[in-house]
């Protein structure tokens, strides 16, 4: 590693050293000072030093300076107290407050207000400035996302993520001096541009300008309705939940969020990874089918509902690359009310089944046409691991002191490791090739896992595995970004492999739009570097719950295999593709409401 200029700097009177090309910010942290920021984020993912909020006085430069951006110089002095700083920064967060909707005791980002936070720090009082409105623009049409003007501080930060993660800038700025607002081009609806609604702009706002559209009013008009309403959690929810209640990134908290939900009233609790067993089921079958009759390759995974928005959007002519396979909650949803609904004597139409997702693209994807089994749909309600939360912290229960529940077991109790793995961006890969492989062989792998599509990032793996004489060439992208490198290879003929894995956020449903919101501010008891690990943390935290398990290929789920004899008949058959499997069509970019 090439080694790094040490600059000497002194802070507020303190001699430290820095690296070379930190700007002022960067290095006052590393020598242990916070200066208060708002519009950079992520190490300079977002950096338009736009705010002021961050001002410093520094020698060398005329005036105060924006720490986020300036960087520092051999021998400079900076200021961060001096009253003149103190001033300038409390006078730019007041001008912020005074264009601000402050209805904080309604807002679902208290508690998480970065806004509120460098208020604090820098003791802005919110009513400094009185004065005109910029005018306010609502979004609420989008199934996933709701965008509410009133509460941007114009930071930028989402406009950054959108285009880091899928390369498609969705959002922009729009107009000019004090009428500018953020939002998809001509003051579209996230529902009529091609929003792939996977809220990893919601993840990254530091306001409530974004946020998930809350279905927590359906549940509650479902429970005062008297319908048996069912939750199920997706495996990623497990390993984040905690960290809503103080607990580090990366501890996998089942129980007590299993014991929280029983509170909550759920008649059931069941966990989603039954349905990605069945989900490997049906794919890994439809993966052979494929290979051996000559089918449609590379074949893609489905789960992602953000990836099958983007590809609808962009990729009309490759939907048939697509597995048919409905996304695991859906399948398992459909399995609620037809198979269990028969075996407990309930009409499936009283039935209200909530899903509890790292994903804000699930609220979307349950109210999908495709998504319906007899005009019924699979699934009711999408909640965000942040809604259950809120859920959780509304009803008055003590999270941290719930002792460990156990999911029901009932018909749909069973699960392996190759269905916790899910959550993490190589796992649908890794849990479809452990079944393929005993298909091909007749026996189990023995060292289990597949190590070699194994990852936290959002850029491309690949691997080529030869399976008794079959060979299989794999490829795994998160991110639209990486996806679409796969896609024109595709597109234009060149492409090598047999079966791609693509899911729609960076790092895959861990870091879903729904999780928790990562800020360092925020995280006192994490590393310095959490921003850079919290995804691999939450990642390590399903890896071992699959370890953990004593049946790790979802073809030995007993309960998955019942499901087939009393029910369903093989994988893929005429029933299994009614209640299982869905289609896709290609939409216009732009429509008209
Ligand atoms: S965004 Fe922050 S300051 Fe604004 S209403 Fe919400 S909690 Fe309050
Ligand atoms: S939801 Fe996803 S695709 Fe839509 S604007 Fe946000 S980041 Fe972009
Ligand atoms: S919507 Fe949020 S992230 Fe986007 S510019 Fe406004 S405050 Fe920043
Ligand atoms: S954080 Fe530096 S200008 Fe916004």
Same mark, same amino acid.
Request: charged share 25%; hydrophobic share 35%; proline share 4%.
């Given at each position: 590693m090439k080694d790094v200029k040490k600059i000497n700097i002194t802070i507020d009177g303190v001699a430290c050293q820095a690296d070379e090309g930190m700007t002022i910010l960067e290095a006052a942290r590393l020598c242990g000072f916070e200066i208060p920021s708002l519009c950079t984020f992520n190490h300079g993912e977002c950096n338009q030093g736009s705010c002021r909020v961050c001002l410093v006085e520094a020698t060398g430069a005329r005036g105060l300076v924006a720490s986020c951006v300036y960087p520092i110089s051999e021998g400079m002095e900076i200021k961060i107290s001096s009253p003149k700083a103190l001033e300038a920064r409390r006078e730019s967060v007041e001008l912020l407050l005074s264009n601000h909707n402050r209805n904080c005791q309604?807002? #679902?980002?208290?508690?998480?207000?970065?806004?509120?936070? =460098?208020?604090?720090?820098?003791?802005?009082? #919110? &009513?400094?400035?009185?004065?005109?409105?910029?005018?306010?623009?609502? *979004?609420?049409?989008?199934?996933?996302?709701?965008? *509410?003007?009133s509460k941007c501080v114009l930071c930028g930060r989402c406009i950054a993520r959108c285009q880091n993660a899928h390369g498609i800038g969705i959002l922009g700025f729009e107009n000019r001096g004090f009428n500018t607002f953020v939002s998809p081009a001509e003051d579209r609806s996230f529902a009529n541009s091609p929003c792939i609604q996977c809220g990893q702009c919601v993840n990254v706002c530091p306001t409530g300008a974004l946020m998930e559209h809350s279905e927590i009013d359906k549940i509650d008009a479902a429970f005062k309705a008297g319908k048996c309403v069912i939750a199920q959690a997706a495996p990623a929810v497990r390993a984040a939940l905690g960290e809503e209640f103080g607990y580090k990134i990366g501890t996998p =908290?089942?129980?007590? @969020?299993?014991?929280? @939900?029983?509170?909550?009233?759920?008649?059931?609790?069941? #966990? =989603? !990874?039954?349905?990605? &067993?069945?989900?490997?089921?049906?794919?890994?079958?439809?993966?052979?089918?494929?290979? %051996?009759?000559?089918?449609?390759?590379?074949?893609?995974?489905?789960?992602?509902?953000?990836?099958? !928005?983007?590809?609808?959007?962009?990729?009309? *002519?490759?939907? &048939?690359?697509?597995?048919?396979?409905?996304?695991?909650?859906? @399948?398992?949803?459909?399995?609620?009310?037809?198979?269990?609904?028969?075996q407990n004597g309930i009409d499936p139409k009283d039935i209200f089944v909530v899903s509890v997702m790292p994903c804000t693209a699930k609220k979307f994807e349950k109210e999908?046409?495709?998504?319906?089994?007899?005009?019924?749909?699979?699934?009711?309600?999408? +909640?965000?691991?942040?809604?259950?939360?809120?859920? +959780?912290?509304?009803?008055?229960?003590m999270f941290n002191r719930l002792p460990d529940g156990e999911w029901d077991s009932d018909i749909m109790g069973d699960y392996t490791g190759a269905g916790v793995i899910f959550g993490v961006t190589g796992g649908v890969m890794e849990a479809a090739l452990r079944t393929v492989y005993f298909k091909l062989t007749g026996h189990e792998k023995e060292d289990i896992e597949f190590t070699e599509v194994r990852g936290h990032d959002a850029g491309i793996r690949e691997a080529s595995l030869d399976i008794n004489g079959v060979k299989i060439n794999v490829a795994i992208a998160s991110g639209m970004r990486s996806a679409k490198i796969l896609l024109d290879d595709i597109r234009a003929g060149k492409s090598k492999y047999h079966f791609i894995e693509i899911m729609g956020c960076p790092g895959g449903c861990i870091n879903g739009g729904g999780q928790p919101f990562v800020r360092s501010c925020f995280l006192e008891n994490e590393d310095d570097d959490i921003m850079e690990t919290y995804k691999e943390k939450r990642a390590q935290a399903l890896y071992s719950e699959d370890e953990r398990q004593t049946i790790r290929q979802s073809?030995? !789920?007993?309960?998955? %295999?019942?499901?087939?004899?009393?029910?369903?008949?093989?994988?893929?058959?005429?029933?299994?593709?009614e209640l299982l499997h869905t289609s896709y069509a290609a939409r216009e970019r732009f429509s008209d409401l």
């Open positions: 309604q807002c #679902d980002k208290n508690g998480k207000c970065e806004l509120l936070y =460098v208020a604090q720090q820098t003791g802005a009082r #919110d &009513d400094a400035f009185a004065g005109e409105h910029t005018p306010v623009h609502i *979004d609420r049409l989008a199934p996933s996302i709701v965008r *509410d003007t =908290v089942t129980g007590k @969020m299993i014991s929280a @939900m029983r509170r909550l009233g759920f008649k059931r609790v069941y #966990d =989603v !990874n039954f349905g990605a &067993d069945l989900t490997i089921m049906e794919e890994g079958t439809e993966l052979l089918g494929r290979i %051996q009759n000559g089918g449609t390759l590379p074949m893609i995974t489905s789960c992602s509902p953000g990836w099958i !928005n983007y590809a609808e959007y962009n990729y009309g *002519d490759l939907l &048939d690359h697509l597995s048919s396979c409905k996304s695991p909650h859906q @399948m398992q949803g459909a399995v609620i009310k037809s198979y269990w609904a028969e999908r046409e495709q998504e319906k089994v007899n005009g019924i749909p699979d699934v009711d309600a999408v +909640i965000t691991t942040r809604e259950l939360a809120r859920m +959780i912290k509304r009803s008055g229960i073809h030995n !789920n007993v309960q998955v %295999q019942k499901l087939y004899e009393e029910f369903l008949g093989e994988p893929n058959s005429h029933k299994a593709h």
